[in-house]
């Protein structure tokens, strides 16, 4: 009876590891997915403002009027990667909020259940399991620590990435 119980605490215990290792791949694929997406909007946004500036100098070089219809494709292409930029920074912050949200315990959450006492023919058994018990203990604390780790350092060269965009006006 004893054995079963210490199982199922043990089971417990991975598969709560293993909820707690996929919601972290979720959210940094959901980072690295906006990231990138946000990324290419800002080349896209680079590569409009060159081709408005060569049209700019090379009217201004040549002294001819502006023309328009040469100019608002690129200005609507700047003001659409501009909204892009800002949707897609939108979205980086809410995977971070979400993030942030499930990898740090609520005081709501259940306590983890205590290994019921053994029967006496089981205490090298129950002795064993609780040591595995807290070494998986140990290696949780290890992965919520370098979660934390990498949490931090995606976020810092999102954040860094975000900053070295170019601004844009948005109309």
Known sequence: MAWNDSMEVLKGLVADAAQAAARVTR??????KS??????????????YQELGKLYYRDYITGEEPDEAEYL???????????????????????????LRS??????????EE??????????????????LNELNEKLAE???????????????VDDRSEDAEEAPVE
């Open 27 to 32: 959210s940094a694929a959901a980072a690295t």
């Open 35 to 48: 990231n990138i997406g946000l990324l290419a909007e800002q080349e896209k946004l680079k590569k409009a």
């Open 73 to 99: 494709p690129l200005c609507d292409a700047i003001t659409e990667a501009t909204r892009s930029i800002d949707a897609l920074r939108g979205d980086l912050e809410e995977v971070k909020s979400a993030f």
């Open 103 to 112: 990898a740090r315990p609520t005081a709501d959450e259940e306590p983890v």
């Open 115 to 132: 290994v019921p006492a053994a029967e006496p023919d089981l205490e090298s058994e129950l002795a064993e399991l609780d040591q595995q």
């Open 143 to 157: 992965v919520r620590e370098t979660t934390e780790a990498v949490k931090d350092v995606v976020f810092e060269v």
